[in-house]
């Protein structure tokens, strides 16, 4: 048995404000679209799909790192994006809560925390590569 894909599936209570701002700002691709007389789903392409599981420690050191103290619930969702103080802004400016600015990790990258739409907790993260020294 082979997993092929992780699909993480969000209700969002506005769902015209969520595909807008994952869709259109983020800049998800849609790969799918569908619509009934019960309600309607879109799947967003979101590049390569991991699942990154946390002891309550490990949450705990990513929370104080990235934001300064513990602030996410038991699900974030994190997209590696090429420049995530720009990503960071474009989606503020389209109505995320910045919760914190990039800052530069341990593990070196460069991570945002923000609010978006639907309730989720987003880190924006870019790999600074390793260090020439």
């Known amino acids: ?4 894909e992780l699909r993480l599936v969000v209700t969002a209570a506005d769902y015209d404000e969520a595909l807008r701002f994952y869709r259109d700002v983020l800049g998800l691709p849609e790969r799918a679209a569908y619509a009934s007389t019960d309600g309607r789903v879109t799947i967003l392409e979101a590049g390569r ?3 990154e599981i946390a002891d309550p420690g490990q ?7 990235e934001v300064g103290q513990r602030v996410a619930g038991h699900i974030r969702v994190a997209f590696e994006v090429d420049d995530s103080p720009a990503t960071t802004a474009k ?3 389209a109505g995320a809560k910045v919760i914190a600015e990039p800052v530069r990790t ?11 739409p639907a309730g989720l ?8 590569g390793s260090e020439e020294g």
């Open 59 to 65: 949450a705990e050191f990513i929370d104080q790192v």
């Open 121 to 128: 907790q987003l880190t924006l993260f870019t790999e600074l």
């Open 49 to 51: 799909a991991t699942l």
């Open 106 to 116: 341990p593990w070196n990258s460069l991570n945002s925390r923000l609010e978006g």
């Open 1 to 4: 048995m082979t997993v092929r």
């Open 91 to 93: 989606l503020a400016g």
